[in-house]
């Protein structure tokens, strides 16, 4: 093959001895917002939606109210089974929502493992259903990252970024998405903010990890 390769591998190698070349650090890119939500295209496209009660969650739902858009609510923690049976309930009566959007609630867990036996049980129940049809979930929730610097991060909510990262890469007609909001949201930037996320969760493509930090996406 010649000796070229043979010296770039040596390199290589010898490079990977500098601890400081072991890891890498996550860097954030300011992205445009979304100007509107096709409205439209949503009356067509059955919404579950897994409650936490926020504000956030609250003023999405009104916003689909007024809208006339087609939604369900599941209120949780579910077990397990509970969470297989609802997929299977909802496939039978041909209810299987296009889209989940999964706001988020670790503080119901005093085990941060049972938060993310939760989540797996979730993902895996979508899978057991889905196997032959596509479906986007979104994951909103709350500083999961330092992103400006001030952020108070709530580390049980970074056990996401896993599974979102899995399911893309493991099963392809899944599309999980993470978007991040920060936890001292204003009243008054609800109506905006709600809307950029349902437009981030109804999108086809983009990014899988989102985060949103005052007005900037």
Known sequence: MGAAPLLEEIQS??????????FYVPSWERTCTFDEVNISA???KKILIFSDKSNLMLSTINWLQVNAIDFEIVENPLKKEELLKLFENLNKNNKLPYHI???TYPEYYSDPKEYFS??????????????????????????????????????????LIGPCKVINKEIENINCKLIDVETNIVSSTHADLFTQIISDVMSPSGPSHVAYRGDYR
Do not use: C, P, R
């Open 118 to 159: 939760h989540i797996m049980y979730l993902l895996q129940s979508i899978g057991e259903v889905y196997w032959d049809k596509s479906i986007t979930i979104s994951f909103i929730s709350q500083n999961i990252q330092k992103i400006i610097g001030h952020e108070q991060v709530k580390a049980e909510n970074s056990l």
């Open 42 to 44: 949503l009356k067509h």
């Open 101 to 103: 959007i999964y706001f």
């Open 13 to 22: 190698a010898q490079l990977k001895k500098d601890i400081a070349s072991w």
